[in-house]
């Protein structure tokens, strides 16, 4: 059964960091393109960050030059490096895994407080 398993979430002052993992088992992760999307109360769910199985990044306007993604093959683990975090940062980020098929983590809260 694949799984797709969110962590490194929790709740951070403005302009503080946080790093999001994602370890994927049950697939061939080195062929997925991976993405992290996030949804905030009451709004859709969106696209954040996305790299390539050739490592291809691309990313939010809203967080350029803040969030960074990175994947770590060997591991079967995408990251999400988040610095600069501000209050509209605050959603449940999700984990996505793309290829012939796509899934989908189940989640893991952030929140962006003082």
């Known amino acids: 059964q694949v799984q797709l398993v969110e962590s490194g979430g929790g709740l951070v002052q403005p302009g503080g960091s946080l790093r999001l993992s994602c370890a994927a088992s049950?697939?061939?992760?080195?062929?997925?393109?991976m993405a992290w999307y996030r949804q905030a109360p009451g709004k859709q769910r969106d696209l954040v960050a996305r790299i390539t199985s050739g490592g291809t990044t691309n990313y939010a306007d809203s967080v350029k030059g803040r969030f960074t993604i990175s994947r770590d093959n060997a591991k079967n683990t995408v990251y999400l490096q988040m610095n600069s975090l501000e209050p509209e940062d605050t959603a449940v980020y999700y984990c996505n895994a793309a290829f012939a098929r796509t899934y989908w983590g189940q989640g893991t809260q952030v929140t962006v407080s003082s």
């Open positions: 049950q697939i061939r992760f080195s062929v997925y393109n």
